[in-house]
């Protein structure tokens, strides 16, 4: 059987797939981009797609990608924050021109940020796109990577002189590398959904402390709000399976009457919620990267934030090593990129497991100290600009 040679191989066409395509645009290399999924098509918006909160550096990043002018008239901009803790005193509100800045983040539906990244790479010079294929074996070779790919019934056989497994959370090539991984599980389940309130969100975001878990609310177009509510395995499932009147009830309850009533509630999906990371992020010439890499609560919504770091931090310096005429295919080479992303990756992995802790424990000590916090927080506008830098990705 042939082997086909490639300089790079991409395997996950998700956002961080596509995104990891894009950003390696402008090198010489011959790309490989390997997907288990059809190509993405236009969709006309729906109530119910789903969303993801982008840092101001995200926001840069996709300026520079060339992306985000495709895609800014459908992100709704996040230009205040509330947070509370139900049935205490403790509250803080932060205003972005306040602070000194246009918008803390902006809120971009998943299914659209997929449609741009796929347009701006479909017809990318010396990309090649093989959807609907797993990759079923992998070996590593003395110049590369082989792979044994799956494809309607057929096989080929692609090697690459570096894989970037970007095929998520569960990552076949990570299991096919027998990389190990580590797992804390939070014991929650996430409640998702999107709803729809009497009053206009007017860009602001909520992050509610109640009795049974965080409920993050971001603000959507069309004055939708995606709702994340952070919940016992079993309540999550009692909540998904409630009607909509009843679980409006619940979520009324928990959220109060600051955007009025709360009119609808679109479709539910829960999710598991633990923390998976790799402690080996290479083996040989295979890279992970993303979820793949690192999977994290939802507290902070900075799962794709880093992704998207990593990736152009990859592509930053694989331009770096190219201008140098170096061997950046080589192992030894490939562990210095994976040893500069170890701070800024470990900072994000520590900060989200600790709001989990913090947050999520209803003891009357902890609440106290919360409510404390958050008023300390509310009084101090050079505390309030730190914080908000630190959660629009500044370092």
């Not at 230009?79 to 509370?84: L, P, R, T």
């Not at 009692?238 to 009457?257: D, H, V």
């Not at 794709?304 to 770096?320: E, H, P, S, T």
């Amino acid at each position: 059987m042939t082997v086909q040679h490639y300089d790079l191989i991409i395997v996950g066409g998700g956002l961080t797939g596509l995104a990891l395509a894009r950003a390696l645009r402008t090198t010489p290399l011959q790309i490989l981009l390997v997907d288990s999924q059809p190509a993405p098509v236009a969709q006309a918006p729906h109530f119910d797609d789903r969303a993801l909160a982008l840092s101001e550096v995200s926001r840069q990043l996709l300026d520079a990608l060339g992306i985000w002018s495709a895609i800014s008239h459908d992100a709704n901009p996040i230009g205040h924050i509330h947070v509370s803790d139900q049935g205490q005193f403790g509250r803080c509100a932060l205003d972005a021109v306040e602070l000194g800045f246009a918008a803390f983040g902006q809120v971009v539906e998943l299914r659209m940020l997929g449609q741009a990244l796929w347009q701006a790479i479909s017809h990318q010079p010396r990309l090649t796109h093989v959807s609907h294929s797993n990759v079923t074996a992998l070996s590593q070779q003395v110049d590369g990577v082989e792979l044994v790919l799956a494809q309607s019934g057929q096989t080929q056989i692609v090697r690459g002189g570096v894989v970037l497994a970007a095929d998520g959370g569960p990552s076949s090539l990570r299991v096919l590398a027998g990389l190990p991984v580590e797992r804390f599980d939070y014991r929650q389940s996430a409640l998702i959904a999107n709803i729809e309130t009497s009053e206009p969100h007017r860009d602001r975001a909520f992050e509610r402390f109640t009795e049974t878990g965080p409920l993050a609310l971001l603000p959507l177009t069309r004055n939708r709000l995606s709702l994340v509510w952070t919940l016992s395995p079993g309540d999550a499932e009692a909540m998904q399976a409630l009607s909509e009147p009843a679980l409006i009830a619940k979520l009324q309850k928990a959220f109060g009457w600051r955007l009025g009533a709360i009119r609808r509630i679109g479709e539910r999906t829960v999710f598991p919620l633990a923390r998976v990371r790799s402690p080996l992020r290479r083996q040989g010439r295979l890279l992970l990267m993303g979820n793949a890499a690192t999977m994290l609560h939802p507290i902070a919504g900075q799962g794709f934030n880093l992704a998207l770091r990593d990736l152009m931090a990859f592509a930053d310096w694989l331009q770096q090593q190219l201008k140098a005429s170096a061997d950046w295919q080589q192992p030894a080479a490939l562990q210095t990129f994976i040893d500069s992303r170890l701070a800024d990756s470990q900072h994000v992995q520590d900060v989200t497991h600790g709001l989990v802790q913090l947050f999520s424990n209803r003891h009357p000590l902890l609440t106290t100290t919360r409510a404390l916090s958050l008023s300390l927080l509310d009084s101090f506008p050079r505390l309030k600009r730190f914080t908000a830098v630190q959660a629009m990705g500044f370092r």
